[in-house]
């Protein structure tokens, strides 16, 4: 029999037409009559017509819900990563950004003007050159952008960015999209690393160079193996208590008492110093 809504409203002639977004049912659209009619063929494209016109004004508007879904996703997900986003496009050096971006070039993003110029603008000088040819290589040939740069504050202060980007592909103009985040705390770790790395194999091969000098002297005053071990090991271990000693004191000196009890180990010194604590 007929569908229950027919039948609670007494219709008894109608036309439908389905509405389809990208190719699924989204709904019905429909005219239907409490009086038995015929409907002509015109009557029924005139349906299709409105189903037509409500789909693609559905699919705008739900391609507009997405897209607007789409920048609340990804904005929250870059606040979180502490990310700042930016669009340009090279042709006209139009360009978009985030306020995040603003403020990590310390500007404020009330006034700071959106373009690739002003960007480059708070480029180190040293650096801007090797920046510069990198995007172009991104523009001309669609290499990935990868880079760790310095900037500049307006207080003259050097804040490290790292920087990332790629085309949009078919867009007209071309586009090139992008993030920047600060990696100062990181670099600054990374140069503290380094410094480390080179006073230690500074110190390593300083105390190399003192070990073989003590093998040296101490294999000239002895005759024969044994006692050149024992007299070697003796003098390594008096450098080990003196490098323990002046580092309980923070390398700030230390007491000359302390520093020759611990240091005389060897029996036959003992009777040739004489230290007075008084």
């Known amino acids: 029999g007929p569908p229950e809504l027919l039948k609670r409203y007494n219709l008894r002639a109608g036309l439908s037409a389905p509405i389809l977004i990208d190719g699924r049912a989204w709904g019905v659209v429909g005219a239907h009559s409490r009086q038995r009619e015929r409907y002509s063929g015109d009557d029924l494209n005139v349906i299709r017509s409105a189903a037509n ?12 819900r997405t897209a607007v879904e789409e920048k609340v996703r990804r904005d929250l997900a870059f606040r979180a990563a502490d990310l700042a986003f930016w ?3 090279p042709e006209t050096d139009e360009a978009e950004w985030d306020r995040k971006l603003p403020e990590l070039l310390g500007q404020d993003p009330e006034t700071f003007s959106a373009s690739g110029n002003g960007f480059f603008s708070a480029v180190h000088p040293d650096d801007v050159s090797r920046v510069r040819e990198a995007y172009t290589r991104t523009v001309d040939r669609g290499e990935p952008f990868e880079m760790e740069f310095r ?5 003259g202060n050097i804040r490290w960015i790292a920087g990332r980007g790629a085309r949009i592909p078919g867009s007209d103009p071309l586009e090139i999209m992008g993030v920047n985040f600060d990696v100062t705390d990181r670099r600054k770790q990374e140069e503290r690393q380094d410094l480390i790395m080179r006073e230690l194999d500074h110190r390593v091969k300083n105390m190399l ?3 073989v000098s003590v093998a040296q002297i101490s294999s000239r005053q002895q005759t024969d193996l044994q006692s ?11 450098m080990a208590k003196a490098h323990s000693l ?19 180990v060897h029996p036959r010194w003992h009777h040739r110093f004489e230290l007075d604590k008084a």
């Open 246 to 264: 002046i580092s309980e004191g923070k390398w700030d000196g230390v007491d000359l008492a302390a520093a020759g009890e611990g240091l005389l």
């Open 228 to 238: 050149f071990v024992e007299t070697f090991t003796q003098r390594v271990q008096a």
């Open 53 to 64: 016109i409500l789909a693609v004004a559905i699919g705008q508007i739900t391609h507009e």
């Open 151 to 155: 900037i500049v504050l307006p207080s």
């Open 87 to 89: 669009r340009h496009i």
């Open 209 to 211: 160079s003192v070990i």
